[in-house]
C-alpha cells in the first residue's frame, strides 16, 4: 500500500511528506506526522543506532536552545513496532493497513494519557555508521520534521530503528504527556506544523 503523492524508487533516496505532498531532498524518505489533542521476519531493532538518533536529535534540540529530549520505554517499544511492522509488510506510511489508523490511535488503545505526541518516519540505504546522519539531516531539512524535533513542549522520545538487508527503516515518537503539560509553553504551533 503507498500513500498517494509518493512514489520509492529502488534506487537513490527520495524524501515525501505523508500522504500526498512530495518533497525532494536528496535524502531518505521521509514522512512527519504531529497531533495534538487534550484527551518479524528482519533482524531485531538497533539499539546502537537507535541511541545514536536520540543522541543527535538532543544535540540538534540544545543547539537550537531547547532541552534535550527523554528515552521513553514504552514509545521506543511502539517506534520499534512500527519499523518493524513497515519492514515485514512493506509499506512506509504514517496510516497503518489495513483500516489507516495512525499511531496514535495505537496510544489511545494502550490507555497513554498525553498532550502532544508526534512521529516522524524516515529510511535509507545508507550504510549502519551512516544511517542516522542521513535521517536526521533530512529531518532537519524538512519543515515539517524539523517542527517536530523542534518543537519546545516536547519532553519525551522513543526511536525504533530497524534494519533488513534493503534498507534502514526509522520511526521516531515524540511525546508530551499530560503529566507536563502544565509545565510546557502554551501557545500556538510553529508555522509549517502538520497538525492533524
Not at 537513490?12 to 500522504?19: A, H, Y
Amino acid at each position: 500500500m503507498r500513500p498517494s503523492g509518493l512514489f520509492p524508487r529502488r534506487h537513490g533516496r527520495r524524501v515525501g511528506l505523508v500522504p500526498t505532498v512530495p518533497l525532494f531532498l536528496g535524502g531518505a524518505m521521509l514522512g512527519a506526522l504531529l497531533v495534538c489533542t487534550t484527551s518479524g521476519t528482519f533482524a531485531a531493532a538497533d539499539e546502537s543506532i537507535e541511541r545514536e538518533l536520540i543522541r543527535i536529535t538532543n544535540v540538534d534540540r540544545t543547539s537550537n536552545g531547547l532541552g534535550s529530549l527523554l528515552p521513553e520505554a514504552r514509545l521506543t517499544g511502539l517506534a520499534r513496532e512500527r519499523s518493524e511492522d513497515m519492514q515485514a509488510r512493506d509499506y512506509f506510511a504514517h496510516e497503518i493497513p489495513p483500516n489507516g489508523e495512525k499511531v496514535f490511535s495505537e496510544m489511545d488503545r494502550r490507555g497513554w494519557s498525553y498532550e502532544m505526541a508526534g512521529e516522524n518516519l524516515g529510511w535509507n540505504t545508507a550504510a549502519r555508521d551512516a544511517t542516522v546522519q542521513f535521517v536526521e539531516r533530512d529531518f532537519m531539512n524538512s519543515p515539517s520534521h524539523r517542527v517536530n524535533v523542534l518543537r519546545d513542549g516536547f519532553t519525551q522520545i522513543g526511536v525504533g530503528s530497524v534494519p533488513r538487508p534493503d534498507r534502514i527503516m526509522h520511526t521516531v515518537l515524540f511525546l508530551l504527556p499530560k503529566e507536563s503539560a502544565a509545565a510546557a509553553p502554551q501557545g500556538e504551533p510553529p508555522d509549517g506544523a502538520g497538525l492533524s
